[in-house]
């Protein structure tokens, strides 16, 4: 990873803080965002090599700002932003048109958009990647986890399209599993999440990814850390 430049998305907290963090200390320049500056700036400040621009990936000008912060290098491009939508998680027959609009827009347009973006780039890199956050919803059926799971769906194929249209970027759909997250709380609000892992014990199984890069495709987080080692 050395003289890796990185852009992770959603890297306030969670996964891609823990993502932000493993990368630096690995020596590469991390270019992130998140909708809350005050917490993202508070996040990664001691971070070494790492460029904080905050907003919100569904806006073009901060997407923009992301690549061109790259300037003329980029190796890794991280999709972790993402949005739940409603909670308490509603059926179906009872989900918010747009609600599931904004699901869309911040899960799979800005993703592809921004993507579209920094192909140029991608593909100039020796080691060019594209790391989708998928989720378990995105293939099973789970009450409650439509507008999510058809949002990640979605995901996955635009990343297996693009794996097979980019001969010289791999493209990864990552299942990190179940997290200790704010995110995944607000799925289970007044519900005790303990039990599910850290981010951090996830991220190893994403830089075996990195550090291997097999053919572009999607990869569960327990196989990985199953197989490492």
């Known amino acids: 990873m050395t003289a890796t430049t990185a852009i992770v998305t959603g890297a306030g907290q969670g996964f891609g803080l823990a993502v932000t963090t493993a990368l630096a200390a690995r020596g590469?320049?991390?270019?992130?965002?998140?909708?809350?500056?005050?917490r993202l700036r508070a996040a990664t400040g001691d971070l070494p090599?790492?460029?904080p621009i905050p907003g919100d990936i569904t806006d073009p000008s901060l997407r923009a700002r992301l690549v061109a912060a790259a300037r003329s290098?980029?190796?890794l491009l991280i999709?972790?932003?993402?949005?739940?939508?409603?909670s308490p998680l509603p059926p179906l027959s009872d989900y918010?048109?747009?609600a599931l609009r904004d699901v869309l827009e911040t899960t799979v347009l800005a993703p592809?958009?921004?993507t579209k973006l920094a192909l140029p780039l991608l593909r100039m890199s020796r080691t060019g990647t594209v790391i989708t956050l998928s989720s378990d919803a995105a293939v099973e059926a789970y009450?409650?986890?439509g507008g999510y799971g058809a949002a990640k769906a979605a995901t996955d194929q635009l990343t297996a399209v693009l794996g097979a249209e980019e001969a010289d970027v791999r493209a990864y759909a990552f299942d990190p599993g179940d997290m200790r997250t704010a995110m995944h709380q607000r799925a289970f609000p007044g519900e005790d999440i303990s039990d599910r892992?850290?981010?951090?014990?996830?991220?190893?199984?994403l830089l075996r990814l990195l550090d291997e890069r097999p053919e572009s495709g999607r990869y569960r987080a327990a196989d990985l850390l199953t197989g490492a080692g």
Do not use: F, M, Y
């Not at 999709?79 to 409603?86: D, F, K, Q, R, T």
């Open 28 to 38: 590469a320049t991390v270019i992130v965002c998140a909708r809350d500056g005050a």
């Open 49 to 51: 090599g790492v460029i």
């Open 143 to 145: 009450p409650g986890w």
């Open 197 to 205: 892992p850290e981010p951090e014990t996830v991220v190893p199984a």
């Open 79 to 86: 999709h972790n932003a993402g949005e739940l939508g409603p």
């Open 96 to 98: 918010p048109v747009g």
């Open 73 to 75: 290098k980029l190796d």
């Open 112 to 114: 592809l958009a921004l």
